[in-house]
C-alpha cells in the first residue's frame, strides 16, 4: 500500500512539472474538457432530475403531516440535494464514465509502446498525458455537480406538480427558507475534490498498467473501483471537516 501510495505521489510530481511547450499542453487541456464536460453532460442530466424527483417524493412521503410544514419538503430536498446527492452521485457515475475512459485510454498507449515513443523523443509523458485531465477534472465536473445542483431541484419541482402531494408553492417556498450558504462551500469542496480523485487514480491505474488489452480491461476496473471507494472516503472526511 505505501508503495503504491508512493509512486502515486512521484507520478503527480512528474506531472505537474513545468510543460515543454504551453500551447500544446493548453490544447490537450481544451480536448479534455470538452471530453470530460460536454460530453458526461446528457447522463448528469438524467440523473439529475430523476433523483431529485424520488428526494422529493420521498421526503413528502415521510414527513409531511398535519403537525409539519408543508414547506419543509423543499427545504429537505435543498439540503440533501446539495450536500450529498449532486456531488457524491454525479461523482461516483462520473468515475465510471470518465474513469474508465481515462485508464483505458493510458493503458492501452502503455501496453502498445506509444508512451514508451514519447519518453524516448523526450516528452515528459506524465505531463502531458495526465496533467490536462486533472485540470479538465478539476474545472468541469464542478460546474457538472452546479448543473446537477439545478436540475435536481427541478426535477423536485415537477415530482410536486405531477403527484400534488405538496402544492409547487409550498416547495419553492421550502427551497427559500432556512438557508445556509456553507452547504454551497461544501459542494464546491466536494466536486472539486472528487473531480482530482478521480482524473489521479484512474490516471496512475492506466499509466502503470502491464501485459496486454486484458489488463487494460483490468486497470481500467480498479480505477473505477478504488475512485469510487476514495470519493466516498473523501466525502465522509469533508463532511466531517467542514459541517
Known amino acids: ?92 457515475v462520473l468515475a465510471g464514465r470518465i474513469g474508465s475512459s481515462i485508464a483505458s ?26 496533467s490536462p485531465k486533472i485540470i479538465a477534472g478539476v474545472t468541469m465536473i464542478p460546474l457538472l455537480v452546479i448543473v446537477s445542483v439545478v436540475l435536481g431541484l427541478t426535477g423536485g419541482y415537477i415530482a410536486c406538480v405531477v403527484s ?5 408553492t409550498d416547495f419553492i417556498v421550502g427551497l427559500q427558507n432556512g438557508f445556509n450558504p456553507v452547504i454551497v462551500t461544501v459542494c464546491a469542496v466536494k466536486s472539486v475534490a472528487f473531480g482530482f480523485i478521480i482524473t489521479s487514480v484512474c490516471s496512475y491505474f492506466g499509466f502503470y498498467t502491464t501485459g496486454g488489452a486484458l489488463e487494460v480491461g483490468q486497470s481500467a476496473t480498479k480505477g473505477v473501483v478504488f475512485s469510487c471507494i476514495w470519493i466516498l472516503f473523501g466525502d465522509l472526511v469533508i463532511s466531517s471537516l467542514l459541517l
Open 105 to 130: 485510454q493510458i493503458g492501452t498507449m502503455r501496453v502498445t509502446e506509444q508512451i514508451d515513443a514519447l519518453e524516448i523523443m523526450g516528452v515528459n509523458t506524465p505531463g502531458y498525458l495526465i
Open 164 to 168: 400534488r402531494d405538496i402544492a409547487p
Open 1 to 92: 500500500m505505501f508503495y503504491s501510495f508512493g509512486r502515486y505521489i512521484l507520478l503527480l510530481r512528474l506531472s505537474f512539472r513545468k510543460p515543454e511547450k504551453f500551447s500544446v499542453y493548453w490544447a490537450e487541456v481544451m480536448r479534455e474538457m470538452v471530453s470530460q464536460g460536454v460530453g458526461s453532460l446528457g447522463i448528469i442530466a438524467i440523473i439529475s432530475v430523476f433523483i431529485g424527483a424520488v428526494a422529493a417524493i420521498q421526503v413528502a412521503f415521510q414527513l409531511v403531516s398535519p403537525l409539519v410544514p408543508r414547506e419543509i419538503v423543499g427545504s429537505i430536498s435543498r439540503d440533501s440535494t446539495i450536500l450529498e446527492f449532486s456531488p457524491t452521485i454525479s461523482a461516483l
